[in-house]
């Protein structure tokens, strides 16, 4: 992330730990889109990634005023939280299904059968179908317009990282993304 974006988030921060809440919607607008692909990398379910997201962000809230431009940028305080939530989720749901397994072992009449956790077939073919579509779209955007599209929606990169990792001008990938987009909306 360039400076200046590290700035407007330093300042977002300073704004949000005085409780103004339009800055923090702003803060999160701006960056949950990538503490999402954060939480996702280590919990895989989006449902839970996305718990993990909105909870860094209720602690975002609350210790603002914690951060400190000195101890790194705003992107790796942000990340840390993220991550750490999504760490804390993850070792409470193993913790949980360890002792359901645990439970599995006591016969009686207060035994709970486990939750279903098999993946819904209706909702399995649903993503397929979904996927094929999106597929099918994805056919018609040239190659390099594709490629700046999955990297900056799927694994949230901005223009100026996206312009970094394929070695392209930020002028050219701006270009390419609003020219992606348009054709997918054909």
Known sequence: MNTAASDDLQTLIARVALGDGAAFRHLYV????RMLGVALRILVRRDRAEDAVQE?????WQRASDYSATAGSPLAWLTAIVRHQALDLLRSDKRRHTESTDDD?????GRLDPPDERPDPLGLLEQAIDGLRLRVCFDVVPEQQRRCLALAYYHGLT???LAEHIAAPI???KVWLRRGLDRLRR
């Open 30 to 33: 701006l960056c949950a889109p």
């Open 56 to 60: 860094a962000f209720v602690k975002v």
């Open 105 to 109: 072992d006591e016969d009686g009449p």
């Open 159 to 161: 223009h100026s990282e």
């Open 171 to 173: 002028g050219s990938v």
